[in-house]
């Protein structure tokens, strides 16, 4: 069965930083790229980044290019986002999805980010 | 960035109903389109993906249809367990993949 299982979301201050993870389970991790998907309270669903499975190929929504880094460690099926220079507009259910050719195939069940002060 | 714009943004329907909503690409995007579901404080769940495909596991009372830039999403006998919002997603070409503002089917 697969599985996908966020970590690591919380408070944090505007400008602050964050890492966040996603763990996965029930697939052969490394075949897959790996997307992060976000929502911001009451809103909508917002691409944030895609990582292809061998990390080689990395995309990021104009919103947060140059301030998040995605990135994998195939040997520990771990997906992350390094998230700087934190904005209030950055508040959300950050969800990490399988990439099953640019379709989201399997989710998980999402990490809430706040950022205030 | 190819937008994508759902009408309507709500709608009320009744068990047993059947229910259509679009999905329309401000330029073609082929049948790169998907549709997922929604419920309360859940993650979304693929339902159709390539404009028509249905999902494994996904009840057959779910079609998709559309290409170029008009796409629709029919639920034919509507359940209980439908009401949720619907979002429509492009996967044509490279990133930003965008979603749609989404459906939200409520009970009358």
């Known amino acids: 069965e697969v599985q996908l299982v966020e970590s690591g979301g919380g408070l944090v201050q505007p400008g602050g930083s964050l890492i966040i993870s996603c763990d996965a389970s029930?697939?052969?991790?490394?075949?897959?790229?790996m997307n992060w998907v976000r929502q911001a309270p009451g809103k909508g669903l917002e691409w944030v980044s895609y990582?292809?499975?061998?990390?080689?190929?990395?995309y990021y929504a104009d919103s947060v290019k140059g301030r998040f880094t995605i990135s994998r460690d195939n040997a520990k099926n771990s997906l992350f986002l390094q998230m700087n220079s934190l904005r209030d507009e950055d508040t959300a259910v950050y969800y990490c999805?399988?990439?099953?050719?640019?379709?989201?195939?399997?989710w998980g069940q999402g990490t809430l980010v706040t950022v205030s002060s | 960035d190819i937008q994508l714009t759902q009408s309507p943004s709500s709608l009320s329907a009744s068990v047993g109903d059947r229910v259509t909503f679009t999905c329309r690409a401000s330029?073609?995007?082929?049948?790169?389109l998907n549709w997922y579901q929604q419920k309360p404080g859940k993650a979304p769940k693929l339902l159709i993906y390539?404009?028509?495909s249905l999902q494994s596991g996904v009840p057959s009372r779910f079609s998709g249809s559309g290409s170029g830039t008009d796409f629709t999403l029919t639920i034919s006998s509507l359940q209980p367990e439908d009401f949720a919002t619907y979002y429509c997603q492009q996967s044509y070409n490279t990133p930003p993949w965008t979603f749609g503002q989404g459906t939200k089917v409520e009970i009358k």
């Open positions: 999805a399988r990439d099953t050719l640019t379709l989201f195939d399997y």
């Open positions: 390539t404009a028509s």
């Open positions: 330029q073609s995007i082929s049948s790169y």
């Open positions: 990582i292809s499975g061998s990390s080689s190929t990395k």
């Open positions: 029930g697939f052969i991790f490394s075949s897959y790229a």
